[in-house]
């Protein structure tokens, strides 16, 4: 089935609150390229960590749809984005997901830009070319507290200027930029992005499905309301997110949440959460993985602050690592998920730290949620699907996600 861009708005109308989305938002294509355009044409991206590009000349690529966008350091160690797109004939430059360069130079005639996208050389051209006039396009970037978002939009919502004012204090105890990478995995699951988000923003399914990530993180603190009949240690969890609330903040960390997920263009939530057992790390027994802990933290049992944007990502900061998360469509039913783990940079692996301790967890969480997410994939495409409920209990930041999406959907999508 492909849907019709005159259909979609019937299809966003009729959509039930608190149920989760017609069949054809998870599987036509016509509504991909939609959500291609619309929602990651339009919004900013959450594309990896700074860290990403520690050097003058460090670039990486990123892929969203046909679109291709180089992320580049320059030699005054500014970030410039780009689109990946030669001026000449339209060859991409860089080839790799990621590589250093010192200059930008196209493989296939060898047009030559510098590290600011202006073009440097073009031979055989003319004594009348104008190198001024083919610089690279550019792509708008922004930084928010070390974690890089771009947007293709001319005009990009300026709302993250809104999200980089009271996510910065937050973040910036972490020090994201005195980090490097010290793992990097890519998952390719056979799913809609849409499914790998709302997987992400429940923990419903974590107690039965999780076991190595629930030894260290309580359910509690994404997305759980009081339920009479199920309510076993929520109100325990309360208490002790209470105290460390107000321990944290004394210590002049932000912790309290703040949630915006559903009510602004540039949707975020953030809390810092207590973790179980040492409460120090996400790890299989809670203890922090890295003894070198990040920025000037003089203790490890801080829990973990997490951060979720939309349409695209969610980050668990701890003491001593970092885990960043981007979601990036690649078709209607499948999506690249890209974990990164960070350390401080002066932290030495086999010394400092250990990189299966350090990765354990969510190797096993991310190959748990591919199973989850592509069952559910192949369930959502049986003639046998309609949206079901979700949780009042536990499901609201997945209604949240859902929301923000139709929301931004029906905003775009022209009137026929």
């Not at 005195?178 to 429940?202: F, G, H, P, S, Y």
């Not at 932000?254 to 790890?283: K, M, N």
Request: hydrophobic share 35%.
């Amino acid at each position: 089935m492909t849907t019709k861009t005159t259909d979609i708005h019937t299809l966003l109308a009729r959509r039930k609150t608190a149920y989760s989305l017609e069949q054809a938002f998870y599987t036509d294509p016509a509504i991909f390229e939609l959500d291609m355009e619309l929602i990651f044409g339009r919004h900013w991206i959450y594309v990896g960590p700074e860290p990403s590009v520690p050097e003058p000349g460090d670039y990486v690529t990123v892929e969203l749809g046909r679109t291709s966008v180089l992320v580049v350091r320059d030699d005054d160690m500014r970030l410039n984005a780009f689109h990946n797109v030669c001026r000449h004939r339209g060859s991409r430059l860089c080839q790799q997901q990621k590589g250093m360069v010192g200059n930008l130079v196209c493989p296939y005639h060898q047009w030559t830009y510098n590290l600011q996208g202006a073009l440097m050389f073009a031979e055989h051209m003319g004594d009348k070319f104008d190198v001024s006039q083919h610089k690279l396009k550019p792509v708008h970037l922004r930084n928010v507290g070390g974690l890089l978002f771009i947007c293709l939009a001319e005009a990009p919502p300026a709302d993250i200027d809104d999200m980089a004012r009271q996510m910065e204090p937050y973040l910036a105890q972490h020090n994201l930029a005195n980090c490097k990478i010290a793992k990097q995995m890519e998952i390719v699951e056979d799913c809609n992005w849409k499914l790998t988000m709302e997987n992400n923003r429940e923990c419903y399914h974590c107690r039965a499905n999780h076991p190595e990530l629930t030894m260290s993180l309580y359910e509690y603190g994404f997305g759980y309301a009081p339920d009479p009949k199920h309510s076993d240690g929520l109100e325990q969890y309360q208490g002790i997110l209470n105290q460390r609330h107000a321990e944290w903040e004394a210590q002049g960390l932000p912790s309290r949440e703040i949630d915006h997920l559903d009510d602004c263009v540039t949707g975020f939530r953030t809390e810092r959460l207590p973790l179980d057992r040492a409460g120090e790390s996400q790890t299989m027994n809670g203890a922090a993985a890295c003894r070198k802990l990040l920025g000037e933290f003089g203790r490890a049992d801080l829990g973990g602050l997490s951060f979720w944007t939309q349409p695209n990502s969610w980050h668990h900061f701890m003491s001593d690592h970092i885990v960043t998360f981007t979601v990036l469509p690649i078709s209607a039913e499948k999506t690249m998920v890209r974990t990164t783990w960070l350390v401080h940079k002066d932290a030495v692996e086999g010394v400092d730290y250990d990189l299966d301790n350090l990765a354990a967890v969510w190797i096993a969480t991310n190959a748990q949620d591919q199973a989850l997410v592509e069952a559910s994939q192949r369930g959502v495409r049986s003639d046998a699907y309609e949206p079901g409920p979700y949780s009042p209990y536990t499901e609201m930041l997945v209604e949240k996600f859902c929301n923000w999406y139709v929301t931004r959907l029906s905003a775009l999508v022209p009137r026929p």
